[in-house]
């Protein structure tokens, strides 16, 4: 026990001197909260201030702060160690190396982090309108839905039929070249899948509870008010650039 | 309120059999009253949580199944059998949520009027030699009430196999008895259910919910399951 204590105020002693008292790797390496690429009324009078403020501070940064604990877990773990490395949107897609007891909360808070930075990034205060004339998205759009409408319709009803707590995508499937309307429940991610994300819309009731309550057909409109579809453009044309030189 | 949320799982396990189809039970589902203000269970839960929870959810459940209901009777006439297991879907779940909320209602109560406290009679005594104490519990039961993923429900259940009390989660409306127990306590995890008075922070919600329990209600329930 004396031994021990006097290691214990050596240890301290250490920390202190050389500023190490919590290692400093860890604090470096944990993620940040994604940052809104706008201010947070600036989707007003579609999403509304507060709840931006509360999606972005309470929920988005709840699965960043848990992540974080799940990946520094790994990190300390000789076997671990090389899934904390590989980056979060890879790791999304290696669940199935992540051990049992880690899984769910990797999916989780993994699948919130990166699903709700996708979703910022694909809304705009200069959204709305539609894909741009002769854009790889707008073509995408004809080819695989038939029409803006057609894919508006296809959106909609999924959206719509989520039952309980998810989130609909617009994906682009590199193998079969087409793309299609997914869901998910909670925060699985179409990318464990091996699907790419276009468009990510969550439903979750946290997402328009306070201006809309349950009426999630209301919150849709909205979303189409402030959906950006040059972002949306940008990944399908970052998509087919990686995956593929061919003509949809 | 005890009465129609029996009634209602009656009717249900019975749809689609020839004591009673579809078409009879199509329409025949109603919001049911509460038995307490929506103001009664503050500070609790508020007032406008408890009128959007009853009036909007809960009555849209209401809707939707006797809608899927109707849906079901002319695809069952029709002998339609693709839409009639399409539809196994929204009933489940719309037929789930009309369950599920006559049963929230019905197990919650102002603390004036006997919400609250610690449960005594033979659920107390259950809760006792099941977990040593009231405290264990409520700490197994925070645990697995924060530990639903997204939308879902947890419970304090009668298993008839075990003969014994437990707590066990659902996901989404899936109502208690589709883990084979008997509900005698359940508890909205929906975000719709805290989300005005707490936003993201569900384990106030599970200890805030302590306060207005009817555990006589719980009481009534557990003697009826054994």
Redesign the interface.
């Known amino acids: 026990m004396k031994t021990f204590g006097r290691w214990v105020c050596a240890s301290l002693v250490l920390g202190v001197l050389t500023g190490t008292a919590t290692p400093p790797t860890v604090a470096a390496q944990n993620l940040p909260l994604p940052p809104l690429p706008y201010a947070y009324d600036a989707l007003e009078p579609y999403i509304d201030e507060q709840t931006m403020r509360i999606h972005h501070l309470k929920h988005h940064q709840a699965y960043t702060d848990n992540l974080n604990k799940a990946l520094a877990t790994m990190r300390g773990d000789p076997e671990l160690k090389h899934l904390a490395k590989m980056g979060i949107d890879k790791l999304l897609q290696h669940l199935d190396e992540v051990p049992p007891r880690l899984r769910g909360q990797v999916r989780n808070h993994g699948g919130g982090y990166v699903n709700h930075d996708q979703f910022w990034r694909n809304l705009s205060p200069n959204g709305a309108g539609e894909p741009g004339q002769g854009s790889a998205l707008q073509h995408a759009i004809e080819k695989s839905f038939g029409s803006l409408d057609g894919f508006k319709t296809v959106f909609s009803e999924a959206c719509l039929g989520v039952f309980g707590s998810g989130w609909c995508w617009l994906c682009f499937n590199t193998e079969a070249q087409t793309l299609s309307v997914e869901t998910t429940s909670n925060q699985d991610s179409p990318t464990s899948a091996g699907l790419e994300v276009i468009i990510a819309l969550d439903v979750w009731e946290h997402a328009y509870y306070l201006k809309h309550q349950n009426r999630r057909k209301d919150y849709l409109e909205a979303i189409f008010a402030v959906l950006d579809w040059q972002e949306a453009d940008a990944r399908l044309r970052k998509v087919l650039h990686d995956a593929t030189k061919e003509d949809l | 309120m005890l009465a129609r949320a029996s009634a209602a799982k009656t009717l249900l396990a019975r749809a689609g059999t020839r004591q009673m189809s579809a078409a009879s039970l199509a329409g025949t589902f109603k919001l049911p009253d509460l038995d307490y203000d929506y103001g009664a269970l503050e500070p609790h839960v508020s007032a406008k949580i408890m009128e ?1 929870h009853h009036t ?2 809960h009555q ?1 459940y209401v809707t939707n199944l006797n809608a899927t209901l109707e849906k079901y009777a002319e695809a069952e006439e029709k002998g339609d059998m693709a839409t009639m297991i399409a539809l196994q ?1 929204p009933l489940k ?1 719309n037929g789930g949520g009309h369950v599920n909320h006559c049963l929230f209602w019905d197990n919650l109560a102002p603390p004036s009027s006997g919400g609250g406290g610690e449960p005594s009679g033979d659920i107390g005594s259950a809760i006792q030699n099941k977990w040593g104490g009231f405290e264990d519990f409520k700490k197994e039961f925070a645990a697995k009430a924060v530990g639903v ?4 429900w947890c419970w304090l259940a009668w298993d008839p196999t075990e003969k014994s009390v437990r707590i066990v989660t659902t ?3 899936d109502p208690c008895s589709t883990t084979g127990c008997k509900p005698l306590l359940g508890l909205d995890v ?3 259910a805290y ?2 008075d707490v ?2 922070r569900r384990p106030e919600y599970i200890e805030n919910s302590w306060n207005i329990y009817n555990w006589s209600k719980v009481e009534e329930r557990f003697k009826a399951a054994k």
């Open positions: 959007v909007k959810h849209a879907t779940f993923q997204g939308s879902g996901a989404n409306q929906w975000e719709h989300w005005w936003q993201n």
